[in-house]
């Protein structure tokens, strides 16, 4: 039986992209195709991506940011569908849930506490005495590096890897969904789903239920249980 599953946060648990969400805010999504596409092609590391991403909005604004105006751009969240029943059915089978995101720490606290979850782990934004935006970033999340810390997550809480179910949508979820015992791409892009990183592709949420839950309780869970094998 699995014991911990680990989410995915943007497009995984919640619609939509945080980062996204911030460029449209700040009207800097043109420059952040290109700060991603350098990331992409190796040109950058994450450091630097979240660095230019950060003095984007600065120089759009051309004034400063208090970290307040974030929360706020970010706390309008809408879950997924069944997103919220899914986490509370594993949470009442004792399976230790939590979420490793690219996203931001404030974004990711709100959605874990909204869900009890047991953990979370996501990157910051450094910020002066006053609250306001220094222009850098904290990286605590490498997005092509989840798998390192799903082993540290699973080690603390005391879990083997192969007990373990990593759940993601996008391309930089591959090596996380291939280091857990399970990986589940759920509606995946493109990019993942050639990959083949995923053990199963999925549709639905409560699919996950149908792979980490005893088949019995998936049965009596109203789990869909329909996933397409990519292993």
């Known amino acids: 039986m ?17 980062w996204v969400k911030l460029h449209e805010y700040f009207g800097t999504l043109e420059v952040s195709i290109e700060n991603l596409m350098a990331y992409d092609r190796g040109e950058i590391s994450y450091d630097e991506f979240m660095r230019r991403d950060i003095n984007a909005w600065l120089r759009a604004r051309n004034s400063k940011i208090h970290v307040s105006e974030i929360c706020k751009v970010l706390d ?3 879950f997924m569908p069944h997103a919220e ?6 949470r009442t089978h004792d399976v230790k849930i939590g979420i ?9 606290a709100e959605v874990a506490a909204a869900l009890n979850m047991n953990f979370f782990v996501a990157n910051d934004l450094e910020i002066d005495d006053g ?6 970033g904290v990286v605590r ?3 092509r590096k989840k798998d390192a810390l799903l082993r540290r997550i699973a080690a603390e809480h005391g879990v083997k890897m192969e007990e373990t179910v990593a759940v993601g949508d996008s391309k930089y ?7 857990a015992g399970l990986g589940l791409a759920v509606c995946p892009d493109d990019a993942l789903l050639a990959s083949g990183a995923a053990d199963f592709v999925i549709y ?11 088949k019995s309780n998936c049965e009596t869970e109203g789990a869909a249980g329909q996933g397409r094998a990519r292993r």
């Open 204 to 214: 639905d949420l409560r699919e996950v239920l149908t792979f980490t839950l005893p």
């Open 85 to 90: 029943f899914v986490v509370e059915t594993l």
């Open 141 to 143: 999340v490498e997005p």
């Open 131 to 136: 609250g306001f935006l220094t222009g850098e």
């Open 2 to 18: 699995y014991k911990l599953v680990a989410f995915d946060m943007d497009g995984t648990l919640i619609r939509g992209h945080s």
């Open 173 to 179: 979820d591959a090596s996380f969904l291939r280091a």
């Open 100 to 108: 490793i995101t690219g996203s931001l720490d404030m974004l990711a």
């Open 76 to 78: 309008d969240f809408e």
